[in-house]
């Protein structure tokens, strides 16, 4: 058993975002990459294969260039060396395009493979982090990060190997093709020109890489208001408050435009400073040349390899500035992506923990002990527990920790102190996996997928047959309701299941519950939404459906649990009676007070502390 010390939780500490250097990102990339480094291997190889033809044409045009300076008489020689160098220059042309579609084609594959591994590992990250995490953030601003970072997954691996890599083979065999052909100068031309662009590319890039940040922040943040209003539509409607939404997504779409202004304009600055040193570095190479024929230490084919080096120097060495930003923005957006990954899991399974085996199914709470935030306990010093094959009900006033039992007892918090077991089994012991296997739950707010009826109802065991989810459907009463319809079980239920009425989803959500047919239920509010018909029908079959399972019934309507087992009445965190209806209204305590009020017609719900309980 674990300790019972009555200490309320302090709140994770708040998660500082780590900075990483470029090296560290791309350290945490290779791992994924490795898997495929046969692929990776093969595209290089096609790779250099593709930069040699490539560094060939010059050449090859350089000597056709000098072949054409013949004597008149040499006809043959004009007919066959210029001709049979010309197909040489097509094939060396061909050449470089094919090696290159070959490494496309080799490497499709890993890179594809790559940004699928890793999105899907962010994916299920997420869906391990705590209830606290996913009440916090911000959805539309965390789609676009791994959205981005996905993208940021395909451009990094294509940049690096594909554009930096075989510029600098290209690089390096230009310049020893200069050094060796002509005099040093060519290649110190060459050298000293390459080593300005890259130092003030990356130098200025540095420098204006805050700016590209500050854009991607206020996209997301703007993306976040664009589905926070939409996703909220009935809201804004409600309050007639479309034009102070279109404000605030204003606002936003402003500090975006600026933030945008800011990138373009150092952006350009950059351009133009690359342009510069490149057209300084061909005026100085194009007139060494031009100086070197007419001393006639060089040919005009010398001028015109000169000439060609230079401008497929030029074209990759240009796009090396664009190559550069998007690697800085892709390692930025993708080490937001693996920042992702870095949250910490506050509720984790211990290493080693079995799988939770139940017998029974009697769940205990023993002094248990929780909050959400310390300075507010929620749950003081709790104990009672749900018999084998029993109902009991949890009633009192809001903010008295009713709903808070139920994400305990899922685990999506762990408790402060004391211990909450099913069959002997305490819940920090066991996988989460089998443990929330074993529980079924009609939630008071039931959220849909934006899917068919049948798909919603089927979510509660992926896999069931229509008959099953058809039986299901007719123990939660909906189903005539279904076939009413035009598309019967195949009718969508829209965003959220905004398409159907709240008692229409309660159903669903019933239905669902009924077809994972778990050991243990848990039924929060399960009738809040419906009519006093549909309720005393489903009231029926919940405890029909009940009969020989573990069920907690979370329960504002104390008509609703006068057949339950045992009544738990909280206040403040805390038991302050028990029994059966009977036992409790002859008490003549806080629940005869609350079944009065309600008898009466009056509202029991007054909040005990503050009505903000998340």
């Given amino acids: 058993m674990r300790s019972t010390a009555h200490s309320l939780p302090a709140l994770p500490a708040v998660e500082v975002p780590r900075a990483h250097t470029d090296w560290q990102i791309l350290a945490r990339l290779l791992p994924y990459l490795w898997r495929y480094r046969w692929r990776v291997g093969a595209a290089l190889v096609f790779l250099v294969g593709a930069k040699v ?50 490494r496309e084609l080799t490497f499709a594959k890993a890179t594809e493979g790559t940004a699928r591994t890793i999105s899907l590992e962010v994916f299920r990250h997420l869906h391990a982090l705590s209830l606290r995490f996913h009440l916090e953030r911000q959805t539309g601003g965390m789609t676009r990060d791994i959205e981005r970072g996905t993208r940021a997954v395909h451009s990094l691996i294509s940049y690096s190997l594909y554009s930096i890599f075989p510029t600098l083979i290209e690089v390096t065999m230009v310049l020893g093709i200069l050094a060796v052909k002509f005099d040093a100068w060519f290649a110190w031309i060459t050298l000293i020109a390459l080593v300005l662009y890259i130092v003030f590319t990356i130098s200025f890039t540095e420098w204006r890489t805050k700016f590209r940040k500050q854009m991607n922040e206020a996209d997301s943040k703007a993306h976040s208001h664009a589905i926070d209003a939409l996703l909220n539509y009935e809201t804004v409607k409600y309050f007639n408050n479309e034009d102070f939404e279109a404000r605030r997504y204003d606002e936003s779409l402003e500090r975006l435009r600026r933030a945008a202004l800011k990138s373009q304009t150092t952006l350009s600055l950059l351009n133009t400073g690359q342009q510069l040193i490149i057209a300084a570095a061909l005026i100085a190479m194009l007139w060494r040349a031009t100086a070197g024929v007419v001393a006639h230490r060089m040919t005009l084919g010398d001028l015109v390899m000169v000439n060609a080096f230079m401008i497929q120097l030029y074209i990759p060495l240009n796009f090396l500035g664009v190559i550069y930003r998007e690697i800085k923005q892709s390692l930025t957006d993708l080490d937001k992506m693996f920042g992702l990954l870095e949250k910490h899991r506050e509720v984790d399974d211990a290493p080693g923990a079995p799988p939770l085996v139940v017998s029974a199914g009697h769940v205990r709470f023993e002094r248990v002990s929780f909050a959400y935030d310390p300075a507010r306990p929620i749950l003081r010093d709790l104990s009672f527990e749900i018999p084998p094959g029993k109902t009991v009900a949890v009633v009192g006033p809001s903010g008295a920790g009713k709903s808070t039992l139920a994400r305990l007892l899922y685990r999506f918090y762990d408790i402060a102190s004391g211990s909450i077991t099913i069959d002997g089994q305490e819940l920090r012991s066991v996988t989460q996996a089998s443990l929330r296997q074993a529980i079924g739950i009609v939630p008071q707010d039931t959220v849909l997928f934006n899917d068919t009826v049948e798909y919603n109802i089927a979510y509660g065991r992926p896999g069931a047959s229509h008959d099953e989810v058809v039986a299901a459907a007719s123990a939660a009463h909906i189903h005539a309701f279904i076939a009413a319809t035009p598309l019967g079980y195949a009718t969508m239920v829209g965003e959220r299941g905004l398409k159907l009425s709240g008692g229409e989803k309660q159903r669903v959500a019933i239905a669902r519950t009924l077809l994972k047919n778990p050991p243990i239920l848990i039924f929060d509010e399960a009738t809040s939404a419906l009519d006093s018909a549909n309720e005393r029908a489903i009231q029926a079959e919940l405890k029909s459906v009940s009969q020989g399972k573990t069920a907690l019934v979370i329960a504002h309507r104390l008509s609703t649990v006068v057949d339950a087992h045992e009544i738990v009445v909280l206040e403040q965190g805390r038991v302050v009676e028990r029994g059966n209806h009977a036992e409790l209204l002859a008490r003549e305590g806080a629940y005869a007070r609350m079944w009065r009020l309600q008898q009466s017609g009056q509202h029991a719900e007054v909040p005990a502390s503050s009505p903000l309980t998340p």
Wanted: charged share 15%.
């Fill in 53 to 102: 033809a490539n560094v060939g044409v010059p050449v090859l045009l350089k000597k056709m260039i000098d072949a054409l300076s013949i004597r008149p008489g040499d006809t043959a020689a004009l007919l066959v060396v210029p001709a049979g160098l010309v197909v040489a220059y097509g094939l060396l042309r061909l050449s470089t395009s094919l090696f290159t579609e070959l």
